[in-house]
């Protein structure tokens, strides 16, 4: 039966070649598209933990034992904060010890060793160039622990991590932040009665994490920089993929229909012969599943080394991160075998179900006929051509509208997978090159309508800031400085209907202090002479000396200018030693201004469009105390900039970063690039199955065509013999193709601009229109080279073999 098979596949060596070559790529697709995002999430994941440790959260200060925290089925890892230690004015370094699985399950890099003996130390790789940048391991220092000068050995240099981890939003340096000097865990002189812990389940779970938090009254916190920086992009990748694989099923699916489907069709005369000779449904069905099983064999065999091609071809394209393992998908894998499988047994057996209705003296004589039940309308048309073409597209009405759904799932794959990458990369016109912030939350109570931090507020030191700004490479510093808690505070006889406004969107009239209004969401900037002549060039620096400019987001009349010259209070509430203190100020008001007055230059407004923005004197900001440090920085460099200057603005940037635990840090160039990442992964795998869907749809186009050719053979016979050209008959079946190609552009453009209208995007249809030609005519080239396969092998044909009928 396996000899009988095989000879029968190698009669028809190109029928059998086209359709392992097709179900080659198919399968090489499919498992390349797991293989390659499975791959692409392995090496998110490993980033994730590396940036932002394994935890799903921490616990923090609470009156439990690491062994009751395991036997609730979750690994916790144990970590200790014991003292601080202040290196210079701006830098204070936590000392604490965190133990084995705390290090495994943030995923902390350690050069060395952690310490095990008394004296022994282990130093964050920042904090210890800036304790003793010529301290090496093994040698000895003396570090100030609990108000005692202990001499200490390095054992162990900790790669820098925690300015990228989550901390509280009330974070503060030695009380609820992260070691940078680590000491040993058994010293009980440094140990205290609650205890801190990372938290591990065994898949990241911040629902999980959420419930064990309620559990111990909220006492820590979830790793948010693990969920929605590290792994934001894991679970779409995933959804993406199996999109995309069965769009490729689906175009696969008509491939393999027509395929099989004229194969069999072919092969049924051979399968009458067997009849005759005995041989039952049931063993011509084994014979075909036999077929089938080769087939897919020599399938799977081209695969591997397609799949290797397309495995890279995607990581190079996209993520440019991941290895092929097939260790940990070979069960994903062996289901998409098993359907595709299927799927082939199916389609090949199904084709021979219709024809077993059929008298075995039909089938020996090949005699396949096909009823015309559209006659009456063909004969309404007079010329030859018209009605020859409406034979050839009523008289297979399947076939026909498969063609078209093919070329309209083709055009509708690349067209939609490249409108969600455009709408979901947005518009990057962002100038900036780096962005920091201090403290992307933090913790505040509601007293007297005023926000009290919970803890002072972590900031970028004024001095690191001026250093930076003189650096050479740099065009300018955006500075927001650190007024969080600082409330501005009007008379209400002096509320213009252009700040009465303001305070009702964002507030209200009764949000009072002491009798006065205050008005909310109020953006800081902070000038010096340079700076101030840039926002408004017709006026004197010295003469705004020691007071404030108001720059309203619009005005509603010319009444905001009788607050030219008086008064605006504000106001600071604060803990001190647990007392609540409050400061308060005065400052007269220079100008009032609108935003798109023409005398404002806006280099360094150009986020204030819709931001009620008050503008202080630098000087008199710093004398007063109004303020102490930036919370935020907009770095912008020249353009030019040579690789040393760059590499000396990027070490100063992360320098202001590095000592604040929970800080952000950006570079815009790297964020950008890893933002789009999963964009181009969705653009990317738009295209690339785009081309395979086109691919076979094109050789399920070509096949039918020359299947409907070959069934009519006899029809075409005769026509040549009567004097029709081969050139006539090709430029039927090409008139055909294109007729199928038009109809689907007509469908493809309807749903477009349908598309257009129903949903919301960034982009003007404009842009996509462009797109949308470039692909219609890739495909119509695509048909071109269709009708060119088709004319070559119709040249061949010899009128004689169409003429002859096979007993």
Request: net charge positive.
């Given at each position: 039966m396996i000899e009988l098979a095989v000879r029968m596949l190698l009669a028809r060596f190109k029928w059998f070649l086209l359709i392992v070559v097709s179900l080659g790529i198919t399968l090489a697709c499919i498992i390349s598209l797991m293989t390659s995002s499975e791959a692409?999430?392995?090496?998110l994941q490993e980033k994730a933990y590396k940036n932002y440790g394994e935890h799903s959260g921490a616990l923090i200060g609470i009156n439990e034992t690491k062994l009751a925290l395991q036997s609730e089925g979750v690994d916790a890892g144990e970590y200790q904060l014991i003292d601080k230690l202040q290196i210079n004015e701006t830098l204070t370094a936590t000392i604490g010890w965190m133990d084995n699985d705390a290090f495994k399950i943030g995923h902390i890099n350690l050069n060395g060793k952690l310490p095990i003996n008394e004296n022994e130390v282990a130093i964050e790789s920042f904090y210890l160039d800036k304790l003793d940048p010529t301290w090496k391991l093994g040698d000895k220092r003396e570090l100030l622990i609990k108000n005692k000068a202990i001499p200490v050995k390095l054992v162990g240099i900790v790669e820098n991590y925690s300015e990228k981890w989550t901390v509280p939003p009330d974070v503060e340096k030695g009380l609820n932040d992260l070691p940078n000097i680590f000491v040993a865990s058994k010293d009980e002189n440094l140990t205290k009665n609650t205890n801190n812990f990372l938290i591990r389940f065994h898949k990241e779970n911040k629902k999980e994490m959420s419930n064990l938090l309620e559990t111990y009254n909220d006492k820590g916190i979830i790793n948010e920089k693990l969920f929605f920086n590290g792994l934001k992009q894991y679970d779409a990748i995933p959804?993406?993929?199996?999109?995309?694989?069965?769009?490729?099923?689906?175009?696969?699916?008509?491939?393999?229909?027509?395929?099989?489907?004229?194969?069999?069709?072919?092969?049924?005369?051979?399968?009458?012969?067997?009849?005759?000779?005995?041989?039952?449904?049931?063993?011509?069905?084994?014979l075909h599943i036999i077929q089938c099983v080769i087939i897919f064999l020599f399938s799977i065999l081209l695969s591997i080394p397609l799949n290797i091609v397309f495995h890279k071809l995607i990581i190079k394209n996209t993520f440019f991160e991941g290895d092929l393992n097939l260790s940990d998908i070979t069960n994903k894998v062996f289901v998409w075998v098993v359907v595709l499988f299927i799927l082939v047994v199916v389609m090949s057996t199904k084709s021979i179900n219709k024809f077993n209705k059929k008298s075995i003296n039909n089938l020996l004589k090949n005699n396949i006929s096909y009823k015309n039940s559209e006659n009456l309308l063909i004969n309404k048309f007079s010329s030859f051509t018209i009605k020859q073409l409406a034979i050839q597209l009523i008289q297979f009405p399947k076939q026909s509208l498969l063609i078209i759904f093919t070329l309209c799932l083709c055009i509708q794959t690349i067209l939609f997978s490249y409108f969600l990458q455009k709408e979901s990369e947005g518009i990057w016109d962002a100038k900036q090159d780096y962005y920091i912030d201090s403290q992307e939350i933090f913790g505040y109570e509601d007293i007297q309508n005023l926000n009290v931090l919970v803890n002072e507020g972590m900031t970028f030191p004024i001095e690191e800031v001026n250093k930076l700004e003189q650096t050479k490479g740099i065009e300018h510093v955006d500075k927001s400085p650190f007024m969080i808690d600082v409330h501005p505070l009007i008379n209400p006889k002096l509320v213009t209907p252009s700040i009465e406004s303001w305070v009702k969107q964002n507030g209200s009239l009764n949000s009072l202090y002491n009798q006065d209004i205050i008005i909310p969401n109020v953006r800081y900037q902070l000038v010096d002479s340079e700076e101030f002549s840039e926002i408004v060039e017709s006026k004197e620096y010295e003469y705004f000396k020691g007071k404030i400019l108001l720059i309203l987001p619009q005005r509603n009349n010319n009444n905001d200018s009788k607050l030219i010259g008086e008064k605006l209070g504000f106001i600071k509430m604060f803990r001190d030693s647990g007392q609540l203190k409050t400061r308060k100020w005065e400052f007269e008001v220079f100008d009032v201004i609108e935003r798109a007055d023409s005398n404002i230059n806006?280099?360094?407004?150009?986020?204030?469009?819709?931001?009620l923005t008050i503008v202080l004197d630098k000087e008199m900001a710093l004398e007063s105390e109004i303020f102490t440090g930036y919370k935020d920085l907009t770095i912008y460099m020249k353009d030019n900039v040579s690789k040393a200057e760059e590499e000396l603005i990027d070490s100063l940037v992360y320098e202001m970063v590095a000592p604040i635990p929970g800080s952000l840090y950006q570079k815009?160039?790297?964020?950008?690039?890893?933002?789009?990442?999963?964009?181009?992964?969705?653009?990317?795998?738009?295209?690339?199955?785009?081309?395979?869907?086109?691919?076979?749809?094109?050789?399920?186009?070509?096949?039918?065509?020359?299947?409907?050719?070959?069934?009519?053979?006899?029809?075409?016979?005769?026509?040549?013999?009567?004097?029709?050209?081969?050139?006539?008959?090709?430029?039927?079946?090409?008139?055909?193709?294109?007729?199928?190609?038009?109809?689907?552009?007509?469908?493809?453009?309807?749903?477009?601009?349908?598309?257009?209208?129903?949903?919301?995007?960034?982009?003007?249809?404009?842009?996509?229109?462009?797109?949308?030609?470039?692909a219609v005519l890739f495909i119509f080239i695509i048909a071109i080279i269709g009708v060119f396969a088709l004319s070559q092998i119709i040249r061949k044909q010899p009128i004689l073999s169409l003429l002859r009928i096979n007993e």
């Open positions: 692409i999430k392995t090496s959804k993406l993929t199996v999109t995309f694989q069965m769009v490729i099923l689906i175009a696969a699916s008509f491939c393999f229909w027509g395929l099989f489907y004229y194969f069999n069709l072919f092969q049924l005369q051979k399968d009458a012969q067997l009849k005759v000779l005995g041989c039952r449904n049931l063993k011509l069905y084994k806006n280099k360094f407004l150009d986020d204030t469009d819709s931001e815009i160039s790297f964020t950008k690039i890893e933002d789009t990442k999963i964009t181009s992964y969705l653009g990317f795998l738009g295209e690339f199955s785009f081309l395979i869907s086109l691919f076979l749809s094109t050789i399920s186009i070509v096949s039918i065509l020359l299947s409907k050719y070959y069934i009519k053979k006899r029809t075409w016979g005769i026509y040549m013999s009567l004097g029709m050209k081969k050139q006539s008959v090709i430029k039927l079946l090409s008139f055909e193709m294109f007729i199928y190609f038009f109809i689907s552009i007509i469908f493809s453009t309807l749903i477009f601009f349908l598309s257009m209208e129903v949903l919301n995007h960034i982009y003007p249809t404009s842009f996509y229109v462009i797109y949308y030609m470039f």
